[in-house]
């Protein structure tokens, strides 16, 4: 299984980013995205299960974010706007077989790299 994460960058305040991740591999059935910032424990942005295309995110990340995903690609977005200073970290894209649990980043096995996303007042 093989991740690639890009698209982040330095943005100010209420600006917008596409993130992309390109995942390769076989029963990936759910792609998640999640975030660290320095001193931080890792966090969950959002998923997306594709069987039913479900998704979901947590509170921070409603009406801001919105993943999507082209299976045929084998690529996941996540569009982020209104972006805000607290938003700032390291964004990663996971991977699982799983359907169930998906906002606990043990339930993800693969991992990218990571793209930073820096957002300044």
């Known amino acids: 299984v093989q991740l690639q994460a890009s698209g982040g960058g330095s943005v100010q305040a209420g600006d917008s980013l596409r993130l992309s991740c390109v995942a390769n591999g076989r029963s990936l059935r759910t792609i998640g995205w999640f975030r660290q910032a320095p001193g931080k424990e890792r966090e969950f942005v959002a998923f997306?299960?594709?069987?039913?295309?479900?998704?979901d995110y947590p509170d921070s990340a409603k009406g801001r974010f919105t993943i999507s995903g082209d299976n045929a690609k084998s690529t996941v977005y996540l569009q982020m706007n209104s972006l805000r200073p607290e938003d700032t970290a390291l964004y990663y894209c996971a991977a699982s077989p799983r359907e169930l649990g998906l906002t606990a980043t043990t339930s993800y096995p693969y991992w990218g790299q990571g793209t930073q996303v820096t957002v300044s007042s």
């Open positions: 997306l299960r594709w069987r039913g295309y479900i998704t």
